[in-house]
Antibody
Framework: EVQLLESGGGLVQPGGSLRLSCAASGFTFTSYAMSWVRQAPGKGLEWVSAISDTGSSTYYADSVKGRFTISRDNSENTLYLQMNSLRVEDTAVYYC????????????????WGQGTLVTVSS | DIQMTQSPSSLSASVGDRVTITCRASQSISWYLNWYQQKPGKAPKLLISGASSLQSGVPSRFSGSGSGTDFTLTISSLQPEDSATYFCQHSYNIPLTFGGGTKVEIK
């Protein structure tokens, strides 16, 4: 069974940093691209970032470009999201999700998703 | 960026009703369109990929159609467990974007 387990969320002040982790199991992690998607409280879904199977290619939404960094450790089957210069508007549940192919191209969908980790940016 | 517009934003229907949700892209996205179901407090679940490919384990009352800019998700006979919010998502290019969601309630 494919499982994704996020961790690392919490309360942080504006301007602060946080690192999210997503532990993957039940599939060959090294063969798939991975993504982060977030959902602000009571709001819709926003794609945040994606990374190819080897980590050689990364992609970001404009809203986080220059502040967030996606990475992966294929030896540990773990996906990361380093979040710096956090803003109040970054408050959301952050989900990691598996992409259907090694690269972020063609039809990209998210399946499955982790249970999410809540990031709250507030003073 | 490609904008995805869903309609309606919410609907209320009876068990057994046929329900149709529309998703419109701001430019042609071919068939690069996916649908998700999200229940309160849960992660989204993929229902349909590539506009019309039903995912394994998803009930056959769900179907998707469309290409280009206009897409639909249809529930042929609404069931109580279908009460949820539904999102469309394109993957034609980066950034990937989602529709605003359609909340489906049971009368």
């Amino acid at each position: 069974e494919v499982q994704l387990l996020e961790s690392g969320g919490g309360l942080v002040q504006p301007g602060g940093s946080l690192r999210l982790s997503c532990a993957a199991s039940g599939f060959t992690f090294t063969s798939y691209a991975m993504s982060w998607v977030r959902q602000a409280p009571g709001k819709g879904l926003e794609w945040v970032s994606a990374i190819s199977d080897t980590g050689s290619s990364t992609y970001y939404a404009d809203s986080v470009k220059g502040r967030f960094t996606i990475s992966r450790d294929n030896s540990e089957n773990t996906l990361y999201l380093q979040m710096n210069s956090l803003r109040v508007e970054d408050t959301a549940v952050y989900y990691c999700a598996k992409d259907p192919s090694p690269g972020v191209r063609g039809n990209v969908w998210f399946d499955p998703w982790g249970q999410g980790t809540l990031v709250t940016v507030s003073s | 960026d490609i904008q995805m517009t869903q309609s309606p934003s919410s609907l209320s229907a009876s068990v057994g009703d046929r329900v149709t949700i529309t998703c419109r892209a701001s430019q042609s996205i071919s068939w690069y369109l996916n649908w998700y179901q999200q229940k309160p407090g849960k992660a989204p679940k993929l229902l349909i990929s590539g506009a019309s490919s039903l995912q394994s384990g998803v009930p056959s009352r769900f179907s998707g159609s469309g290409s280009g800019t206009d897409f639909t998700l249809t529930i042929s006979s609404l069931q109580p467990e279908d009460s949820a919010t539904y999102f469309c998502q394109h993957s034609y290019n980066i950034p990937l974007t989602f529709g605003g969601g359609t909340k489906v309630e049971i009368k």
